[in-house]
């Protein structure tokens, strides 16, 4: 059985893996967690995030000592490919059956969902999810509920149902069009007993179930409907007529594309932000150039996705902007006057739509600006209140691009009715979903870039940062370094939290070039860290000018390109921004043996209040943090000048934090988390009236006291 069914699978991949799965033998629950992740691992057979399975096995009823049928099926939220026991629902199946002698009909088929938690048979259960009635009623011992493109392609297409019917020979049933629900349950069961012996059902519009009696027999039969699916769209496509219609522009090269995307996403994201900061996410995956590059573009992408799932993530439609690949993006002001018409009407056009579909105890209006903003040539714009959800909101975006060209290719695409969309958007069910979000961070929706962030203080800042909502650019000139950052951040805050950027912070070219990789990533940059520095600490006499060029190159020149560029950012979006320039106390103490490092210190800091009171209009603040003798993981620590400083205070080299913190008033050991915390204090939100500060974090030292 093995053999065959791997070799005719094309579309699909086929996973089953007999002695995995000889694991779980008899544990009906383990082969459905086993299936489960096998179906997500493939993001042909369903989207992120979306469909369900289940399986329904005999248990002992913990309250009587008898055997009881439970049915065990994914509860609500999280993903196939990563479910776990803890992620389903577990529910006695005789006391769901009874739910249907109370029910009271569609209108009241939300308060059915309150009573799947009196038929919970696990109290560890995930909490049961809108979808249980769809796999409680049809009496299957496994079933897949999935959203692969493939089925959905044809589920939109406007004579879906026929062609599911001459496809599948009558073998799959259909049910129209219908919001998940109670309902729903009880019109698969109605299309069962209407067609005994099919094998399956395409919900119009939606998505596909599919059963077996074990495990695998639902596994293959799910695949083989797919993969059937899949290879009628192929002989379809771009036979009738090109696919889209064809081309009616060509795409920029690569670099190109990445180009103007980088021009214009600050732009685009100061308009998306104008309810909420959001943070942005930019394609040009060959299916996103393909959708918009072509002729069918206008006609299709007013229409809107129809899977439940897509346009929850998208909106009901995307924004097209009117802007040729070419466009120079070099004057924001002039790009600005020429979207802000395309806005003002996406925001009309989504709050006439709230407005005709409400109902009189819908949810508030939310959010008004689009999710998915398309630049033909170029690609892909999403935002989103962070950076996972931009990117699954785009991926959503490609799974609607895929369904609308299968669609095509078979028939026409039909989305779903505003009305219907808007009853899932504000269904309230969903709104309560969303009430039960955890709140937001108090840096949520910001974008920093730290310099020197690949250790020491930098990268205590960074932590701190992405902690606390932020995504971070991190940068740095010492790769190695940088690379260890990465592996670590990835491993603390997963992928989608930060990006990273090899920078030497004295050359124009990878200043650009870093933020660039925080716009390409992000769409933007609110917060601008410049702590990269060095210390040379020599007597007059010794004191070469490479050694000043290198102070002031890096320091100075170093913290005034990076804050230009960065400014250059904040103002394309408009919505303010903080710099915050990491000195030292030696910016306002004098001592010997510091000529170049304490001057280079001091034009740092009068740069910052420079800075502070031109950008002011803008919103823009800066402000300064002077530290002192920060050791820990530090490279200017490292070797010759920690070991230089020890033999000048004649104590060890590890005795020098205790012998630095006892020069300060408070006694302390200053260590990077003091300076991050510092940071965050400033941008955190409490200090937003604040600019042209100089902050100590030095355990107190009256010299470096700012007169
Ligand atoms: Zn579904």
């Known amino acids: ?106 209108q009241f088929e939300d308060e059915m969902v309150e009573l ?67 309902d729903l349950g009880l019109k698969l069961r109605q299309c069962l007993d209407e067609n005994p012996g099919i094998r399956g059902i395409m ?74 900061r959001m943070i942005g996410h930019f394609t040009d995956d060959e299916r996103v150039l393909q959708f918009v590059n072509s002729k069918d573009l206008d006609r299709l992408a007013p229409m809107g996705t129809s899977c439940p799932d897509h346009f929850l993530r998208t909106k009901i439609s995307p924004l097209v902007i009117n802007l040729g690949p070419d466009e120079d993006l070099s004057k924001p002001a002039s790009i600005k006057d020429k979207l802000t018409p395309a806005f003002v009407a996406y925001r ?45 909101a785009a991926e959503f975006y490609i799974n609607a691009i895929n369904v609308m060209r299968g669609s095509e290719a078979i028939s026409s695409y039909t989305s779903l009715p505003r009305q219907e969309a808007f009853n899932i958007e504000y269904w309230l069910l969903e709104e309560a979903k969303l009430q039960r979000m955890p709140k937001a961070k108090s840096l949520s929706g ?55 950027a090899k920078m030497d912070v004295t050359r124009s070219a990878e200043i650009a070039g870093a933020v660039k990789t925080a716009v390409l990533a992000f769409g933007g940059l609110d917060i601008i860290v410049n702590n990269a520095g060095i210390s040379i600490s020599k007597p007059l006499e010794d004191h070469s000018e490479n050694e000043w060029d290198l102070l002031y190159d890096i320091l100075v020149k170093g913290q005034f390109l990076i804050t230009q560029s960065g400014v250059d950012v904040m103002r394309k979006q408009g919505t303010g921004g903080d710099v915050i320039n990491i000195v030292s106390k030696n910016a306002l103490v004098s001592g010997p043996n510091n000529a170049g490092y304490g001057s280079a210190k001091a034009a740092q800091l009068h740069l910052s209040r420079l800075n502070a009171a031109e950008l002011g209009s803008d919103k823009i603040r800066v402000n300064v943090i002077n530290p002192d003798a920060v050791i820990a993981d530090s490279k200017i620590w490292a070797g010759a000048w920690a070991e230089g400083r020890a033999k000048a205070y004649g104590v060890k080299v590890e005795e020098l934090p205790a012998f630095y913190a006892k020069r300060t008033l408070l ?34 030292i009256a010299m470096g006291f700012v007169r």
Request: proline share 4%; glycine share 10%.
């Open 1 to 106: 059985m093995e053999s065959t069914a791997t070799a005719h699978f094309k579309h699909v991949s086929y996973l089953w893996d007999e002695k995995e799965a000889a694991r779980y033998e008899g544990d009906q629950v383990g082969l459905l967690i086993y299936r489960s992740n096998l179906l997500g691992a493939d993001l042909r057979l369903t989207n992120y995030g979306g469909g369900n399975t289940s399986c329904k096995a005999i248990a002992s009823d913990p309250l009587t000592g008898k055997p009881t049928e439970v049915m065990w099926v994914k509860g609500s939220g999280g993903d196939l490919g990563t479910l776990k026991k803890s992620g389903l629902a577990a529910l006695y199946m005789d006391r769901l059956e009874s739910l249907k002698k109370i029910y009271r009909g569609v």
């Open 203 to 276: 919900l119009g519009s939606h998505g596909l179930f599919t059963w077996g009696d074990t495990a695998f027999e639902s596994y293959i039969n799910t695949l083989e409907i797919i993969e059937r699916c899949a290879s009628y769209l192929e002989e379809h496509q771009g036979k009738k007529r090109p696919v889209f219609g064809g081309p009616r522009i060509e795409s920029l090269t690569p670099e190109g594309r990445k180009q103007q995307a980088a021009s214009l996403a600050p732009i685009l994201r100061g308009f998306c932000s104008s309810e909420t």
């Open 348 to 392: 009309r056009m989504y709050s006439d739509y709230y407005e005709t579909c409400k109902h009189p105890d819908s949810p508030a209006i939310r959010d008004s600006n689009p999710v998915v903003i398309l630049y033909p040539g170029v690609g892909m714009f999403t935002f989103a209140k962070d950076k996972q959800t931009a990117r699954v």
């Open 667 to 700: 006694n302390e050991i200053i260590v990077p988390e003091d300076i991050a915390n510092a940071c965050l204090a400033f941008v955190g939100g409490l200090l937003g009236k604040s600019t042209g500060n100089v902050l100590n974090v030095d355990g107190g």
């Open 116 to 182: 799947f938690n009196h038929c919970i048979y696990d109290l560890a259960s995930r909490a049961p999810s809108i979808d249980t009635a769809l796999h409680g009623f049809l009496p299957f011992k496994h079933i897949d509920h999935l959203h692969p493109d493939a089925a959905i392609a044809i589920a939109a297409a406007r004579d879906g149902k026929k062609i599911t019917n001459e496809l599948f020979n009558g073998t799959i049933g259909w049910v129209e069009w219908q919001r998940p629900g109670f």
């Open 446 to 500: 910001r974008i920093a870039l730290i310099t020197g962030s690949a250790g020491g203080i930098g990268k205590a800042i960074a932590k701190k940062f992405a902690d606390n909502g932020a995504c971070v650019v991190l940068s740095d000139n010492d790769e190695e370094r940088l690379k260890s950052a990465e592996a670590d951040f990835k491993k603390q805050f997963g992928k989608d939290v930060f990006a990273s």
